[in-house]
């Protein structure tokens, strides 16, 4: 029994760490998306599909012996691909489709150690079943989604902030070394109850044999049960990190309600108290449906997580008790898997290039209220008025949230890096923005006369407009991370030469085609497609004398921005006497003291410009509250009149690390 049980921990554990150990390697190369998590999740949730159909169909059609020597060859030769870290070959150039790129580096650097591993919990509970007959297996999946469970609570607090990337890979290398050997001697055990010539499961006889199989009709709703949660899970996720940063930490407190449901609804019956968890997911349903467009994160995401686990609890709780006969298992899982891929594509693969926004969500609240009101068709007509009126009501917040989306709306566009959307207002004086999510990122004045005007994140007084107007007359070059509405070129001048790196080809787009910064100002611009740091990593030495990192991903910049080695890259691109400038506005994510340490490694001195513009009406109602950090050697130029009047010094914050490729965490800067 013990052995079995450390298999089945052992490998669940190893599953879900590999998770975010391999999501943050490769996160910085596709520009910090939030897509990258839900197109890694998608590759995990296809490959356990097909782990579970592997455990399926070697139970039923091969002879135990047959089936134990076929996996025990095929883990020895996953041991090729260790150590698991990714080839930098991988990295993209802006050209290439990213989601099939993640897909195929994952499939290359893990996707047959993580097949293995996906075949355990199903596979490893069909040898116990073998071994220990009459004995019901099904705690030993609660074992799993236990040891999944304290994987992703470990990975945000003792392995991210201690261990670097490349150790984490390593480490889990190793690991998965010992589970092979666990796996082979469990397999090797359950031989040793089974008969030799015994044929596949199929064949066996007995009470369990006599017992029908499931019918399509429930195993349908298997499919649905098991899709509903996992569409879902990535539907908040996307909807959470959105509107503040992709992390590890917010990629998995979704994932560990998730799996905690499945700890519940497989452990014993008495967690799920069916009359409760139907409440609680028709009364969170609506809730979650009004508060869509809502940017009151404090209320926003406790909401959204509790509605998570509602709706997962009921679906899994309904999913527990319709579970088969231990016979039938590998099936049943089989379909779990099948309805979790099926969940896992439609969020991740499809919904990127096929709704213009992040609408999936409501999409799965009114799914789940279809579903909760048909589960509850034989609780009688006063059941199924309130179920009725949960879909009607959720439908109706619903529609409420999305005409407040398209209202005033332009354009509306979206792909595997963001949904974006330009808007107009026209009071107090007609202007453009550029929306992401729902955080504006820019805008532009409509009126002819004013369209060049400084206006939203670059007013005269914000740090960028101080910054340009005591730099010297003299022509200059600025590189710029992240394109926007291209509004930076308001404090452009003849001669300047301006060159944008923006990863999203529809930013770009957008930009040329509903603003006019990039024709119409007086300086050259240039855009070049692809991250940033990647692009500028394979640059010879620009001579900038500005270069300004104004790149988001939700509401903060990405980290992989904010780390030694980037600013390395900014500082062979920047002239001795030059200028780096972050934007550092936003509402959750303080900077300043990163942007300090990196700044102090290379000599320089980092100040902070807060501005906060007052007007109500006229051209300076569209400017808006900033907060900007300017690194730089040169004392002449931070002294500056324009600069020295508003600036405040950044004080280290003592003990607090510089941040790393390897080592960095955004939980320890959160704004409190």
């Given amino acids: 029994m013990a052995l079995y049980a450390a298999t089945i921990f052992l490998g669940a554990f190893l599953l879900f760490l590999v998770q975010p150990i391999m999501a943050k390697q490769i996160l910085p190369w596709f520009g910090g998306s939030a897509a990258v998590w839900a197109t890694c999740m998608v590759f995990f949730q296809v ?69 293995m591993l996906s075949t355990t919990s199903p596979l490893v509970q069909a040898w116990f079943a073998r071994r220990y007959a009459g004995t019901l297996p099904y705690r030993l999946f609660a074992l799993s989604n236990l040891a999944s469970l304290l994987a992703l609570l470990a990975y945000p607090v003792l392995v991210e902030p201690w261990i670097s990337t490349r150790a984490q890979s390593i480490t889990w290398s190793v690991a998965y070394a010992a589970f092979v050997l666990l796996c082979a001697a469990a397999g090797f055990s359950s031989l040793k109850a089974t008969p030799a010539g015994s044929a596949p499961a199929t064949a066996g006889a007995g009470a369990q044999a006599e ?15 098991a899709a509903l949660g996992s569409f879902m899970l990535l539907a908040v996720t996307n909807h959470i990190c959105q509107n503040v940063a992709s992390i590890p930490f917010l990629w998995i407190l979704p994932l560990t309600l998730y799996l905690a449901t499945f700890i519940f609804a497989f452990d014993h019956p008495r967690w799920y108290h069916r009359g409760f968890f139907i409440t609680l997911t028709a009364v969170s349903l609506p809730a979650m449906a009004w508060m869509f467009d809502s940017l009151d994160l404090v209320y926003v995401i406790p909401l959204y997580l509790v509605g998570l686990f509602a709706v997962c609890m009921f679906c899994h709780g309904e999913f527990a008790q319709l579970k088969p006969a231990p016979r039938y298992l590998t099936t049943y899982y ?60 959720t439908a109706w917040a619903s529609q409420q949230a999305l005409e407040d989306q398209f209202t005033n709306t332009r354009v509306m566009m979206r792909n595997f890096y963001s949904a974006i959307r330009t808007r107009d207002a026209s009071s107090p004086t007609p202007f453009r923005s550029l929306v992401h999510g729902g955080i504006m990122h820019g805008g532009q004045l409509l009126d002819q006369d004013k369209q060049l005007l400084a206006s939203s994140y670059f007013g005269p007084t914000s740090g960028f407009g101080r910054l340009f107007a005591a730099l010297p007359d003299a022509p200059r070059r600025v590189g710029v991370i992240g394109l926007g509405a291209g509004s930076i070129t308001a404090h452009a001048r003849a001669g300047d030469i301006f060159r944008f790196y923006e990863i999203n080809p529809q930013v770009v787009e957008l930009a040329y085609r509903e603003f006019t910064f990039l024709t119409a100002t007086p300086a050259k611009t240039e855009v070049v497609l692809g991250d940033g740091r990647l692009s500028l990593e394979r640059e010879e030495p620009q001579q900038y004398d500005v ?69 109500s009406d006229g051209v300076d109602y569209w400017l808006s509250s900033t907060d900007q950090i300017l690194i730089s050697r040169n004392r002449a130029l931070l002294e500056h009149e324009k600069i020295r009047s508003a600036a405040q010094p950044i004080e280290p914050r003592p003990g607090f690390p510089v941040w790393t490729d390897d080592f960095n965490n955004l939980l320890t800067v959160l704004k409190r």
């Fill in 47 to 115: 490959t356990l599909l097909a782990g579970y159909a592997y455990a399926d169909w070697t139970t039923r059609r091969m002879t135990p012996r047959t089936q134990t020597r076929l996996h025990m060859g095929i883990l020895l030769l996953s041991l090729v691909l260790m150590p698991i870290i990714p080839d930098t070959a991988w990295k993209p150039t802006g050209q290439e489709n990213p989601s099939l790129r993640i897909l195929g580096m994952l499939a290359v650097s893990i996707g047959l150690p993580y097949l």
């Fill in 211 to 225: 017992e029908a199989p499931p019918t399509p009709a429930r195993q349908f709703l298997w499919l649905v049960l």
């Fill in 334 to 393: 089989l379909m779990l898997s099948l309805g979790g891929a099926i969940g896992g594509l439609l969020v991740g693969l499809v919904a990127p290039y096929v709704l213009p926004g992040h609408f999936e969500i409501v999409i799965g609240l009114i799914a789940c209220g279809v579903l909760l009101m048909l589960r509850t068709l034989s609780w009688g007509w006063w059941a199924t008025g309130i179920a009725t009126a949960v879909v009607g009501t």
């Fill in 547 to 615: 270069i300004a990192v104004d790149a988001f991903s939700g509401d903060a910049i990405p980290m992989h921005l904010l780390t030694r080695e980037s600013l390395a890259i900014y500082v062979r691109h920047l002239k001795p006497d030059g200028v780096i400038a972050f934007q550092a506005t936003n509402r959750f994510v303080d900077i300043a003291p990163v942007v300090e340490r990196l700044a102090a490694e290379h000599g320089m001195t980092a100040v902070m410009i807060t501005d906060y513009p007052n007007s």
